[in-house]
């Protein structure tokens, strides 16, 4: 009787594994591999070898083949160093392996397997995960973080980190340098009592206080003097907080700028502004004296030449009549330029009063037109008035008002050739009055209009021909029209006449009742 059988226990592989438990372990999706002590390979699944960049069947053969390794720092990595010098208990690696597509980074934990009999010898399970892309994100990281700490630290302002309470936690360098010191010197200490502010138990209760009040989530910033090489440092301070993700202050983050500079040139700017305000006001003041003191012999001029011209002392031939005329009008013009240069005096050293009340316009406007109507006859000048007496009343200074229209009414006439026309309009809006007064006169190229507001502002120009004048009659008409509220503008083109605006806001709407 011959009797035959089979071997039924599961077949094993050299790693003691049966072919279902192999089956398994290929489908993992980190690389395995199951080493002997002398670095032998037992078993390596599909995914170390994929890993790894080796057919399975090199694996297999039992040697692992000598893929060059590196660490972090670029160093080689001997496996089969690490597997001898292998002890509980083992940190994770991360090694790098260059492939055809780059480099590959993979993290390695290796165990040590007891050996399952006294005939068998200790082996090494060995897991490799693919973590290339995590080593991409973190080295993007620590380059961002290097950026950022290139530009915190090298940053010309002051900037630092505090915790909610004042505590500080980093400091830049240009911080550090300020008052040589280190950072482990500093950190974790108030920051009131920090080299930066115990010059100063003020600044120390400053700089507390706003401390508090940026934990609070308010924004803080103002200006602090500190001690420097030579002498004290203005510094523009701020404390930002920053906000967690519950709107909680996480940080108050503090900057400083030296504006040591800039406060120095404020200083010098405010003291020669009021080196040049004192020179001014001298000047008007001086200005102010010596037209009264032109004004009374010029005066006495006035009137004795009148009195001559009255023919009281005796008649006059016409030769002394005509003589006698033109030292009376050259007298007068030269008192209306010393009245307007008093007026400008008095105005810049804020001496000139004013009475303002309800005007009616048209009225003003009349007067204005009486006191120059003789002048403008003199050149056969059309003089064209439009008005309303019913026109509601604006607030203004008479004297002055009739002064402004009387000024721009002889510009006018003075820049207007024989026989042409001037002419004063006045309007009113529901918001405002407005009085024009225009000419068809030599008028000015508009790239002049600004320089002829300025005291003396004259304008040379072929229509001009020889006006004559000081050109303070704009630069004083401008200031009156200020002081009681309004504006003036002017428009003109060469040869086109001028029209001046003058607008005085605040007036009752519409026309009053007849």
């Known amino acids: 009787m011959t009797a035959s059988g089979r071997d039924s226990a599961p077949r094993q592989g050299p790693d003691g594994s049966t072919g279902h438990n192999r089956s398994l372990l290929n489908a993992v999706a980190e690389g395995l591999l199951i080493q ?35 660490t972090e720092d670029g160093a080689d990595f001997d496996w089969h160093r690490h597997l001898r010098q292998w002890s509980p ?35 090494f399970v060995s897991t490799l995960l693919d973590i290339s892309e995590l080593m991409e994100t973190r080295q993007a990281l620590t380059r961002r973080e290097d950026t950022f700490h290139a530009m915190f630290d ?44 115990n010059h100063s138990p003020a600044e ?6 706003a401390v508090r009040t940026a934990a609070t989530g308010r924004f803080v910033r103002y200006e602090t003097q500190h001690p420097g090489p030579d002498g004290l440092l203005w ?47 001298s000047k008007s003041q001086f200005v102010a004296t010596m037209s009264h003191e032109l004004r009374t012999p010029l005066n006495a001029i006035l009137g004795y030449s009148e009195l001559i011209l009255s023919e009281t002392f005796g008649a006059l031939n016409r030769q002394t009549q005509d003589y006698l005329q033109h030292i009376h009008s050259a007298g007068t013009r030269l008192l209306d330029e010393i009245q307007n240069i008093l007026d400008i005096a008095c105005i810049e050293t804020n001496s000139l009063d004013l009475c303002l009340e309800p005007l009616p316009p048209a009225l003003v406007a009349e007067k204005a037109i009486a006191l120059v109507g003789h002048q403008a006859e003199l050149k056969n000048l059309t003089v064209d008035v439009q008005s309303d007496m019913r026109l509601a009343p604006f607030q ?6 009739v002064q402004v229209l009387v000024n721009l009414l002889l510009n006018a006439i003075k820049f207007t050739d024989r026989g042409g026309s001037i002419g004063l309009e006045v309007r009113q809006t529901d918001a405002d009055t407005r009085f024009c007064v225009w000419d068809t006169g030599a008028g000015i190229d508009p790239i002049h209009l600004k320089r002829i507001w300025e005291p003396f502002g004259r304008v040379e120009n072929a229509y001009l021909g020889g006006a004559g004048g000081a050109g303070l009659g704009l630069t004083l008409a401008r200031h009156l029209v200020e002081l009681q509220g309004g504006e003036i503008a002017l428009d003109s083109h060469p040869g086109q006449g001028c029209r001046v605006t003058l607008r005085f806001p605040g007036t009752s709407s519409g026309l009053s009742a007849p």
């Open 89 to 123: 208990p083992a940190r994770p690696r991360i090694l790098g392996l260059r492939d055809r597509d780059g480099i590959r980074w993979l993290r390695l934990s290796t165990t040590r397997m007891p050996a399952a009999g006294a005939a068998s010898a200790d082996s």
């Open 36 to 70: 002997a002590a002398d670095g032998r390979i037992l078993f390596a699944n599909t995914a170390a070898a994929a890993l790894l960049g080796r057919p399975d069947g090199v694996l297999q053969a039992g040697a692992l083949p000598d893929p060059v390794f590196f």
């Open 235 to 281: 510094i523009d301070f701020s404390l930002k907080p920053v906000f967690n993700d519950q709107g909680h202050v996480r940080w108050l983050i503090p900057e400083g700028r030296d504006v040591t500079v800039r406060k120095r040139h404020e200083m010098e700017l405010i003291e020669a502004k009021a080196a040049a305000e004192s020179a001014s006001q």
């Open 154 to 197: 090298q940053c010309f302002e002051f900037i630092g980190q505090l915790s909610p309470d004042g505590i500080l936690l980093e400091a830049n360098r240009t911080a550090l340098d300020a008052v040589n010191v280190r950072l482990e010197d500093v950190v974790g200490k108030p920051f009131w009592d920090t080299p930066w502010w």
């Open 204 to 209: 120390q209760a400053r700089l507390k206080a």
């Open 396 to 401: 203004a200074d008479r004297k002055r008002m």
